[in-house]
Antibody, heavy 121, light 111 residues
Framework: QITLKESGPTLVKPTQTLTLTCTFSGFSLSTSGVGVGWIRQPPGKALEWLALIYWTDDKRYSPSLKNRLTITKDTSKNQVVLTMTNIDPVDTATYYC?????????????WGQGTLVTVSS | QSVLTQPPSVSGAPGQRVTISCTGSSSHIGAGYDVHWYQQLPGTAPRLLIFGNSNRPSGVPDRFSGSKSGTSASLAITGLQAEDEADYYCQSYDSSLSGWVFGGGTKLTVL
């Protein structure tokens, strides 16, 4: 059974750097084709894909946020970390990490429960 | 503004059939990339409902079905039940963005 869980601060001040950790089980990020992605959802709004990292350490970023995002993995700890710099109140959202099962499958399943991050001074 | 276009809301009475559309362009749906659907119940994380345009993961009732044609896709729900009241999102891959894109979401209300 694959599970993922996000962790990180619930409140961040504007201009700070946000660091979120996705801890997963039931799969390995050293397995061919596997990836872990981050998706966020502002309150009452739609889902937005942010970043994804593959088993090869290949990284993909949303073009609109590319300059502010960094995604890394620690295969031995079964963790993926997302950092977002220069945080702004518009970045207030629930942040989800999700499993992507293979290179050819472009869907996310399953998702973590999400973590709500509020940006406020 | 989301890359894929969905109606903000749809509604139907119990037992009825509803459809939710997802409209894209030649850089994603029209380029041949599959469409996937997620169900998000209130206060919960999205759950994969349909993958690869029309495939249901195990555990998803056959009341849910998906289809794709050209630059659009649709999710159909038959025999509506109160428990189907949720937000539904379509998702695909965008070759021009080299990334994954979502629709704006559709809120289904069961009357």
């Amino acid at each position: 059974q694959i599970t993922l869980k996000e962790s990180g601060p619930t409140l961040v001040k504007p201009t700070q750097t946000l660091t979120l950790t996705c801890t997963f089980s039931g799969f390995s990020l050293s397995t061919s084709g596997v990836g872990v992605g981050w998706i966020r959802q502002p309150p009452g709004k739609a889902l937005e894909w942010l970043a994804l990292i593959y088993w090869t350490d290949d990284k993909r970023y949303s073009p609109s946020l590319k300059n502010r995002l960094t995604i890394t993995k620690d295969t031995s700890k079964n963790q993926v970390v997302l950092t977002m710099t220069n945080i702004d109140p518009v970045d207030t959202a629930t942040y989800y990490c999700a499993h992507k099962g293979s290179s050819w499958s472009n869907w996310f399943d399953p998702w973590g429960q999400g973590t709500l991050v509020t940006v406020s001074s | 503004q989301s890359v894929l276009t969905q109606p903000p809301s749809v509604s139907g009475a119990p037992g009825q059939r509803v459809t939710i559309s997802c409209t894209g362009s030649s850089s994603h749906i029209g380029a041949g990339y599959d469409v996937h659907w997620y169900q998000q119940l209130p206060g919960t994380a999205p759950r994969l409902l349909i993958f690869g345009n029309s495939n249901r993961p195990s555990g998803v009732p056959d009341r849910f079905s998906g289809s794709k044609s050209g630059t659009s896709a649709s999710l159909a729900i038959t025999g509506l039940q109160a428990e189907d009241e949720a937000d539904y999102y379509c998702q695909s891959y965008d070759s021009s963005l080299s990334g994954w894109v979502f629709g704006g979401g559709t809120k289904l209300t069961v009357l």
